[in-house]
């Protein structure tokens, strides 16, 4: 697709990024090939059975994510009667036709902030970016809190 | 003077009433200088953010520039797949952009340091958005807490993105592009000549001093930021 930007910037061509003359006359435009992802793994406050979702607070691009990819799995803080979207429909992010995996999983943003929810745990994350700072400390942690052992 | 304060107001002070006005993630000082515009000179300003809220009126400011916290009262919701096309439509009057290097024709680079990009000396985070709203915006104002020759250089050794650049300011001055080229505008008080000469890797000519914040504005800079998130990029 044709995309505005990339003016000046060394990223189109260590990208691969081919240029086009616009047809319509609008001069020299870079063209972007599809991203197609095999997955998107995106995490919501509330979904229902059938895998409709709905996202409080920002959106960032995860519906864009998830209608770019093959398969798309959701997280969620709850999992809420069918009733809640059908009463709202307009506040639903992703028809449930569009979502191949629904996953409860409360505080599933941690240490990552979920709006209405939590916030980002400050505390953790700087914990993390101590013990990152060296490859001993880095394993520590993956160990510790990521691989469970 | 506390820098954090100075640049605050200086960043600010580049913004006009009426205008839309966007910042991205890590970026609280850009955040702070918004909120601080509307208060004093720029009450019609446009505020949209990384997270997609317009004119939040947040109870606190939060240190994480994409925090829910910026979402309170805001009236409606404008997210970043809206705001790349708003750019698109040349419809954006000011993005804050920054960069690991910055260079005299006022090119960023946030891809990779040393000579080749598929083996960089040092692989940075990468240029988020830049490459599409540097030439798109109608004016882009670069900030960095760090001025030194390794930051500000003749010329980048990747350029990530480029365009529009109105000002650039530092802990120690403010740049002006003028023709595609950055340019002294001035130095901050009790900063001297030599020391931005020293710190930036092409020639500058003399400029004057940096007008200092008035009361208005440190009032008011105190009653958006009580809690100096401002000073979060200086480490503190």
Known sequence: ?149 | MRTADLMAVCLSRCLRDGERAFHGVASPLPMVAIMLAKRTHAPNLVYLNTGGSVDPQPSHLPASTSDPALFHNTPAMFDLLDLFDLSARGELDVVFHSGIQIDQRGRINLSALGDDYRRPKVRLPGGAGSAHLMPTARRVILWRTRHDRQTFVESVSFVTAQGNVDRVVTPLCVFKGLNGLLELESIHPDVTFSQVQDATGWRLAKAPATPLPTQIELAALEAVDPDCVRDVEFGR
């Open chain 1, 1 to 149: 697709m044709p995309f505005a930007g990339f003016a000046g910037s060394d990223l189109p061509k260590v990208s691969g990024f081919a240029t086009m003359r616009d047809p319509y006359g609008g001069g020299d435009v870079v063209v972007i090939p599809p991203i197609r992802p095999d997955v998107a793994l995106i995490h919501v406050q509330e979904a229902d059975e059938e895998g409709n979702l709905r996202i409080y607070g920002s959106p960032y691009e995860d519906v864009l994510l998830a209608k770019a990819s093959v398969r798309v799995v959701a997280t969620a803080e709850r999992i809420v009667p069918r009733q809640r979207f059908v009463s709202q429909p307009e506040l639903t992010a992703l028809p449930g036709f569009l979502v191949d995996l629904v996953v409860e999983a409360p505080l599933g943003a941690w240490p990552t902030s979920c709006a209405g929810d939590y916030g980002y745990d400050k505390a953790f994350i700087t914990s993390y970016v101590a013990a990152a700072t060296t490859q001993h400390g880095f394993d520590a942690f993956l160990r510790e809190h990521v691989l469970g052992r």
